[in-house]
């Protein structure tokens, strides 16, 4: 074969490379789904109902949130978690660990 027949046999070839669809990664981000932990969202409706002074963030969700929870500043967990010994703020701490279900546990 002639130098001049191997390039007609290459140049196709590399059209064909040039032109083949490419399964590059997509420029969609992936769906990314949050989840709220219902046993640390109350934890912190505990902790905002038995702090002196509290700083919302968001003042709405404050709002929202001593509506439907301001009746029980009150409550044994609220006071308890005013003046919290170390062996209260363990045992919420395991019972946190315990009863939570992130993802990592569900490998």
Do not use: C
């Amino acid at each position: 074969m002639t130098k001049i027949s191997k390039k007609l046999y290459v140049y196709p070839i590399l059209l064909l490379l040039i032109f083949w669809p490419i399964n590059a990664a997509s420029n969609e981000l992936p769906e990314i789904t949050v989840r709220v932990n219902p046993n640390f969202e109350l934890l912190a409706v505990v902790y905002t109902l038995a702090a002196e002074n509290p700083f919302p963030v968001n003042q709405e969700y404050f709002d929202d949130l001593m509506e439907y929870f301001g009746d029980y500043k009150d409550h044994e967990a609220v006071e308890r978690m005013k003046h919290p010994t170390k062996a209260f703020l363990m045992e919420q701490q395991w019972r946190l660990l315990n009863t939570s279900d992130p993802p990592e546990n569900g490998i």
